[in-house]
C-alpha cells in the first residue's frame, strides 16, 4: 500500500460536459490530491525477472469545495475535486536478477 500526495498545477483547465460541443475554461490553476495506491506483482519464469504489476486506488482532492448552489463555473470547477478511481497494469523487468548466484565457499 502506498499514500501519495501529489500538487497538481495546470496552464490551463478546460472542462467538456459530455454529449456538449460547448467548454468552459476553469479558474484552477493548482489542485492537491491524497492518493492511496494498492500494488500485486506475480513473477514468471524461473528467476522471475518479468514481473506484471497491478493497481488499484483512489485519488482524493484535498481541498473543501462548495457543494451548495453555485453559479455554473464554480459547479465545473467542484466536478474536477471529486474522487477518481485508478487502475493500471504494467510489465516489471528486473535486469539485476540477471547476474548468476555464485555458490557459497564452506
Known sequence: MVYRLA???FDQLVYSPAYSTQSVNLANRDMTRH???LFQRFGFG???RWQIQLTGGLSVDGQARNTG???DNTYQEN???RPVLLASAG???KPTLLRKKQPVQP
Do not use: H, N, S
Open 7 to 9: 500538487d497538481i498545477q
Open 35 to 37: 492518493e492511496v495506491l
Open 46 to 48: 524461473e528467476q522471475q
Open 69 to 71: 448552489t453555485v453559479p
Open 79 to 81: 466536478r474536477t475535486g
Open 91 to 93: 510489465v516489471v523487468f
